[in-house]
């Protein structure tokens, strides 16, 4: 990065910490913060409207639907996220080129299984195997999104289910006699209102998701512990220039900082939020506004 | 070799008893139902100890966060924003860290250093820090006037409590308390995945469906056995959860309540 | 509309929750412009008469028929519940509600509640329903009030919160379930005012009250339950003038100075 | 034809493959594969994937071959197939912080799932196992286990940089055959170019030259 | 207890719910076994004085004395709170209230609601209690729902189970808000009697009526609240006979049989 970075063995102090932190490694755990907080930021509105379709679908007095919504949240609830994506990833990314192997080689002869393999035509390969290799990681990154977004979304339609229910009958029993439509009612009362009693559920959510980004790595994308771990472990002189012991443990710290930082600041985003639903509420924290007011 | 076999050799395997070796190869259905089985023993031991402990850990943390004295509260805020801020297995690796410096001053920690303990105490922090958190909410929503009659009435401390706060904060906090009870179960596969050392191939279910995965070169089998484990143990999890749910409820008017009995239990 | 056929119609009703019989067979009859008290004691049925009125409780037996239109149902006793949605919409529209517990909505501002409806479900222009939601809101007093939440007024803020409500929908006919019981004299003189001006307009009114004065000011027929079953009807001279019934002259009697 | 091969590897397990400082991918079987690649006239590239899936990801055609260290073990070429080893068989060994480590017996470190692990568990010695290669030998380090069992060259450079901490111990033990390329079993064609890519290396000395610049003077050579 | 120290006490009490004033500067005395109505138009401060005798609002200013001991205040303007949290747990339990919305616990039957207090704040016998909770359910006319959760009950029930649960606690001072508004006249004449009877065994007593006849009927002292002050007050014969203010005269000109 610098100039005065050509022979870091003579380097000390801090001129071998600017030059130790700007490696192209290091780069690349920077460049990782902002791949995991641009999958936070894709994920977690997908996974809300996951969640909120999953949800509707279970409270749909059409059978079908509802025994859809029901089973979606009930069996992937059911499945650790680490499970889930040690064989759902490649189960997907199969399922996909299979269905575009269908669509676009129909005249294609061998079989797609071939004993353990699974080979499709060149034509059907998601991404298409000359394409750059970004197009690759973008691939890879959006599979890693849908694939969090089913898992958080069944959690979120439990929370919203729980939500909805805990809107009070007489509130929607009112917007009834008032001749407002099942989906009127829906909307402009049990929605508003249910935010209420979700939100702490949906916190509560959000930050086991942001702590799920350290499994990014298993739908095989580097995040951001990836790279802790790997500059973190002992380095013997044969392979780096910054020869250095276990330095996981201070790593490790910066990523506590990290998240704890993010924490904080979805923390104060997400008061901000309930302090605006509550205001005014009868509820104790309504009234605790409202005494400190 | 049978399968009645194959069970009582590896049934118990996860805890140290049966057959000293694993299976090596021809690996059959049975094997990976039933060793992927036998640690689930582990998962649910993990599971139901951190989540009973954490619970009343819980409460005591979210009163703490609700109090008006800053002595409890500034030490819960920070209990609950330091664990539920970190990912657990940063909490798992400087636990581990951390259990292994006092051992090496007193001897009396060495079981720390063991799954059994030192993952169970950093299982039982993190549920109860995420539990709090919860709970502290739901005190949030309690309807003013439940609190307000007990006020009039002189229920204080520990009786208005009691009856009025925690049974409402109870239901209120229910449904996301469940997703926490199974997101702990979950988060109990971390523990040897990266956290705490395995002994003796003595492992949680994760540990034996890699083990097999790794094996085999086939995700397609453990994988969805581990998952089908899981399913049955979540499903489990949320009707003892739907029962106690169907009682914190139980004041809902009645059509309500046979709406509800209509759903099936799972999907609460 | 033909005049003659009655607005709300109700035929040997009867309505039970679990094994508590709370209807026996009820049966009342309300005509255009016509104000219908009931009264009876605590517990008698009122509400829930009033609920199945507008279907918000299923009944198992017995008609409900609006403007000539009779409910139609699927299913017998306990599994008895309307067949046709949009027939319960539409009889709905027609129909507001002021609760016994007034039930505002508690996310929306005291406009907002009342601005709630005639918006969403009849559809009319948002300017010209504000001003009608705020000449509704000033007419019950509370027009000061319009933007606080509805936990931030009074009981009887409240109840005149929910009044306004009901009629700003405009519909043709209005169940109230004491809607003056947490008002004041005067206030109430206010409210007789209005479910006057109300009945002069034509519009039919079903009115729970304890108040038998509010009763015999407003009332076209009086109707006493006792007990799920309709112990007596009549003009009110003739309810409160002549009781027939035994159990009526007690209930009545307590009403009289001591 | 003018597709690209995709090469599968890990890139945590120095020297056969490793991220160097500028986080890109380097190592001995990258210089290998590339050196393949240009012989036998393909455009290669290379895909990092974590150990576990590695195989798994391979016969679901995300990559086409696997250069990660990976030694020919019966179990693995059921599954998919190897060209001939580009490494010879190689030796695990013992690393222990004393010369009097008990292997029999004691308390032996291996990472998860490896064959070495697999090797202790059936000796008598008391098994605990890691998630990464790096946990082993810190266990050693701590006192929690009496020594670290694993690749030798994976351990050579530790114990060298260890300044007299850390020590061989015992007998060195043969494990798996030697380490080859992995490819689909259906991917005939392919594999018959690297074969023929690897025994021309071979036979004109470049693979021994490459092996000693990355594994020694004294490394067993073909 | 001296008899002639008051009961309840209150001394020029100012309280705003923000920037709106609602109480500015009511004094009012309740001797032992004395019944005080508190009568006013609605939004007048009434149910917000109730809440300040018990310490559930906190007040900007003015005294409030129970029993001679006045509550301890630490700061001042709207920071000020009570000092002696113990103090206000002795007051509490001696001065039950029934709210204008029952607020009655949702999640207990109704015998547990009346139970609750005396068994936990009182710890008085279990068998004790339940032996007189359902003797006051029985008295207010619901001993049969004695199991049934408050969503079960119909508005006026629910009422009589949050009288009932003020009467358990047996205390020296009730406060009434509103309690007869949900029901009939003649469970208003049960009431009367039980007010009446209380008045009798020395309890001292403060309601907030819109029954003009309920509180000429019950009490010794008419409060009459306008706009946050207190307009007239003496005793019934005297407020309702002789109004002196026009405001008053106005407010009960409404309640003549019109
Ligand atoms: N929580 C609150 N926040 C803001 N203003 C409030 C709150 N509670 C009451 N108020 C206002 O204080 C005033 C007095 O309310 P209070 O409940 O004491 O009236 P009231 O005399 O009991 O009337 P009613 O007879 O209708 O019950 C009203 O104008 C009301 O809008
Ligand atoms: N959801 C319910 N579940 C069971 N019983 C109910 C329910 N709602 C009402 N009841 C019972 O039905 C009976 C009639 O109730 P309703 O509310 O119609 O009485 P009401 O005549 O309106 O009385 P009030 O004047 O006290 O409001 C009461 O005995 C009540 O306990
Ligand atoms: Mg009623
Ligand atoms: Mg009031």
Known sequence: MFEYCADPSQLEGFRWLSCYLTTGKHMSLYWSVVTVLTLLAITAPVALAFGFAGASAARSSFFPLRWFGKAYIALVRGVPDIAFFLFFVIALDQAIEYLRHKVLCPDWEEPIRQGNDFVVCQAAKMPLSSAPQWVHESYGFGIAVVTFAIVFGAFAANVLFGAMRAVPRAQLETAEAYGMSQRQTFWRVLVPQMWVFALPGLSNLWMVLIKATPLLFLLGVEDIVYWARELGGSKTPRFTDYPHGDWRMWYFLALLVFYLLFTRFSEVVLDRIMARLTHGQATTGGEAQRKAA | ?268 | MNTQTPVIQINNLHKAYGALEVLKGVSITAERGHVISLIGSSGSGKSTLLRCCNLLEDSQQGEVIFKGEPVAWKGTGHGRRPADAKQVLRIRTNLSMVFQQFNLWAHMSILQNVMEAPLTVLGRDRAEVEKSARAYLDKVGIGDKCDVYPAQLSGGQQQRAAIARALCMEPEALLFDEPTSALDPELEQEVVKVIKDLAAEGRTMMIVTHDMKLAADVSDTVVFLHQGLIEEQGAPEAVFGAPKSERLRGFLSATQPS | EGKTIRMGTEGAYPPYNYLNDDGKIDGFEIELGNELCKRAELKCEWVTNEWDSIIPNLVSSNYDTIMAGMSITDERDEVIDFTQDYFPPTASAYVAASEGADLESGVVAAQTSTIQAGHIAASGAQLVEFATPEETVAAVRKGEADAVFADKDYLAPLVEASGGELMFVGPDVPLGGGIGMGLRESDTELKAKFDAAITAMKADGTLNTMLKKWFGEETAAY
């Open chain 2, 1 to 268: 070799m049978s399968c009645w076999q194959t069970i009582q050799d590896y049934g118990l395997r996860s805890l140290g008893w049966g057959e000293r070796l694993l299976p090596r190869d021809n690996f059959t259905l049975c094997d990976q139902f039933t060793l992927i089985g036998s640690g689930m023993i582990w998962n649910v031991y993990f599971g139901i100890f951190a989540l009973v402990s954490g619970f009343f850990f819980a409460t005591l943390v979210a009163l703490g966060k609700a109090s008006p004295n800053p002595w409890l509260r500034k030490p819960s805020e920070w209990f609950i924003f330091l664990f539920r801020g970190s990912p657990l297995f940063i909490q798992f690796f400087f636990g581990y860290f951390f259990f292994l410096t006092l051992k090496s001053h007193f001897a009396f920690f060495s079981p720390f250093t063991a799954a059994w303990l030192g993952a169970l105490i950093v299982l039982f922090l993190n549920t109860a820090a995420y539990s709090g958190e919860i709970f502290y909410g739901a005190l949030q929503s309690i309807p003013k006037g439940d609190v307000e009659a007990a006020d009039a009435y002189g229920l204080s401390g520990w009786n208005r409590f009691r009856r009025v706060i925690w049974p409402t904060m109870l239901r209120l906090a229910w449904p996301a308390y469940t997703n926490e009870a199974i997101f702990l179960f979950h988060a109990t596969t971390l523990v040897f995945f990266s956290g705490f050392p395995a002994w003796q191939q003595r492992g949680d279910a994760l540990y034996y469906a890699s083990y097999f995965a790794d094996k085999t070169f086939n995700p397609f089998v453990p994988y969805p056995i581990l998952a089908g484990y899981f399913i049955l143990l979540t499903i489990i999890v949320i009707s003892v959860f739907g029962l106690i749910n169907a009682r914190l409820n139980r004041h809902l008017p009645q059509a309500a309540k046979r709406k509800i009995r209509l759903r099936p239990n799972l999907i609460r």
